[in-house]
């Protein structure tokens, strides 16, 4: 027997071709996430799960391939498909805009509280200050907590939650005057804190924004405003692939995983979930350091942190890669400019609301943290910290590298740490995790991603590299 030719089988043809290798990846990814939807508020050890399994998947890919076929019409088929996706994005817009116009209802309780904050701001009331009635799934959460400091409501018993969303439709003051009953004379620190944290819990920006276009639109404001946010971050996404040296079908690849993600469509478009607006001036501030905007990765990172505190700090180690102070300088100038006048008005609301809601909030079914012993579940997140500073570091180290697979595990690290993981905190890393996927078959079917990138018909890449 001599050694002759041995005919490989369709399916290793198309696992070693790299951009086929790539599409394969992709739809596995975004299949997997799907999994977020079958137990959507149950079995937290099933949810750690899948987040183990994304970061497993984006530290150990790509598997080896090929150089990539020649491209033929793929480009052509690449775009009608990006089209069609886009264009079914496109009309979800339109019918969540043309629901609020109809009913005048925004779908989640994030965008509700958006409005309802922004209308009371216009009525000289203070959406962080203590009396303030923005969170009501707060408000049952910590109803308990609120019983036992002397802050809770008197005397109503199983009335409480129907009371409770009579008021979230109505705003009667009187029912705000019975679920909120004043703190007790003396009242001790844990009333003091239970008073505190029922206002908004996102930032100024979509505060202000919503209160400036309320008067006109009414509700349309929010839905509005995360339609054009939503495709806003497409756009920027897409230019962050482009000032990658990832090559065009492959960017073309990310880019259609991205439209097609259903968590950024059903939960920013659909239902207008408030994280959209933080989500974006972070994806900004990725392309001003990709770019060396350093005036713009200022403005973008002081822009997110006002909109919300989490994810916005995961993306503040990008000033370390600046050449200059400038863009810490003008991140804590228009994070202070935001922050101060509602600071002054009430400091501990401002402060409980805003800033340490992340540490007042209690585990739900979605979370492992009150399933384990305290020690161990410290002990795990202190594990998890070292992996995020591990990781700030490589990003860091290595500023010629797209930033992509970095970005993603550290999201996914810390929304494992979370003491809840909803499933509208999928997109802040699967964005990156996608763009990663991408750059990293690109770069290995190819040594000379960045020089074939010009080929493909892109702009010229800059100083970074297809890396991952």
């Known amino acids: 027997m001599g050694g002759g030719y041995i005919p490989q089988s369709p399916m290793i043809r198309v696992l070693k071709d790299g951009f086929a290798a790539c599409a394969l990846a992709l739809a596995g990814l975004e299949l997997w996430l799907q999994c977020f939807r079958i137990r959507t508020w149950e079995q937290a050890g099933y949810r750690i799960l899948l987040?183990?399994?994304?970061?497993?998947?984006?530290?150990?890919?790509?598997?080896?391939?090929?150089?990539?076929?020649?491209?033929?019409?793929?480009?052509?088929?690449?775009?009608?498909?990006?089209?069609?996706?886009?264009?079914?994005?496109?009309?979800?817009?339109?019918?969540?805009?043309?629901?609020?116009?109809?009913?005048?209802?925004?779908?989640?309780?994030?965008?509700?509280?958006?409005?309802?904050?922004?209308?009371?701001?216009?009525?000289?009331?203070?959406?962080?200050?203590?009396?303030?009635?923005?969170?009501?799934?707060?408000?049952?959460?910590?109803?308990?907590?609120?019983?036992?400091?002397?802050?809770?409501?008197?005397?109503?018993?199983?009335?409480?939650?129907?009371?409770?969303?009579?008021?979230?439709?109505?705003?009667?003051?009187?029912?705000?005057?019975?679920?909120?009953?004043?703190?007790?004379?003396?009242?001790?620190?844990?009333?003091?804190?239970?008073?505190?944290?029922?206002?908004?819990?996102?930032?100024?920006?979509?505060?202000?924004?919503?209160?400036?276009?309320?008067?006109?639109?009414?509700?349309?404001?929010?839905?509005?405003?995360?339609?054009?946010?939503?495709?806003?971050?497409?756009?920027?996404?897409?230019?962050?692939?482009?000032?990658?040296?990832?090559?065009?079908?492959?960017?073309?690849?990310?880019?259609?995983a991205v439209l097609a993600d259903h968590y950024l469509v059903w939960y920013y478009i659909h239902f207008s979930d408030s994280d959209v607006w933080p989500l974006t001036f972070c994806a900004l501030a990725v392309l001003a350091v990709m770019r060396r905007w350093e005036s713009a990765l200022g403005v973008a990172l002081g822009l997110a942190l006002a909109c919300k505190l989490f994810p916005s700090a995961l993306y503040l180690p990008l000033l370390l890669m600046a050449r200059s102070w400038r863009p810490a300088i003008l991140c804590a100038a228009v994070a202070l400019v935001l922050f101060v006048p509602f600071a002054l008005w009430d400091p501990r609301g401002f402060a409980g609301n805003f800033f340490l809601w992340t540490w007042f909030m209690l585990p739900d079914v979605t979370s492992w943290i009150d399933r384990v012993p305290q020690a161990l579940a410290w002990a795990i997140r202190l594990g998890l910290a070292s992996v995020v500073i591990a990781l700030y570091a490589r990003l860091v180290a290595r500023p010629d590298r797209a930033p992509f697979r970095d970005l993603a595990l550290v999201n996914v690290a810390v929304v494992a740490a979370g003491t809840v993981i909803h499933n509208n905190y999928v997109p802040w890393f699967s964005i990156w995790a996608a763009l990663a996927v991408a750059a990293a078959f690109a770069r290995a079917a190819s040594a000379e991603a960045a020089v074939a990138n010009s080929d493909y018909g892109g702009r010229q890449p800059g100083t970074y590299t297809a890396a991952p």
């Open 51 to 256: 987040l183990g399994v994304v970061a497993a998947g984006l530290a150990l890919l790509p598997w080896p391939v090929s150089q990539a076929a020649p491209r033929g019409r793929r480009l052509r088929w690449l775009a009608w498909i990006g089209a069609a996706v886009l264009a079914w994005d496109a009309a979800a817009g339109f019918i969540a805009v043309k629901h609020t116009m109809e009913t005048h209802d925004i779908r989640m309780d994030q965008g509700q509280s958006t409005l309802k904050a922004a209308q009371g701001l216009w009525q000289g009331e203070n959406p962080y200050g203590a009396g303030a009635l923005l969170d009501p799934y707060g408000y049952m959460a910590r109803l308990e907590l609120r019983i036992a400091a002397g802050v809770g409501p008197h005397d109503v018993g199983p009335e409480v939650e129907p009371m409770l969303w009579r008021y979230w439709a109505t705003h009667e003051p009187e029912l705000r005057a019975r679920l909120l009953p004043p703190p007790p004379p003396g009242a001790g620190p844990d009333a003091q804190r239970e008073t505190a944290i029922l206002g908004y819990k996102y930032g100024p920006v979509p505060l202000l924004a919503t209160a400036l276009m309320a008067p006109a639109l009414g509700p349309l404001a929010v839905t509005a405003a995360n339609v054009v946010l939503t495709f806003a971050l497409y756009g920027l996404v897409w230019l962050i692939l482009r000032e990658s040296a990832v090559p065009l079908e492959f960017a073309a690849l990310a880019m259609i």
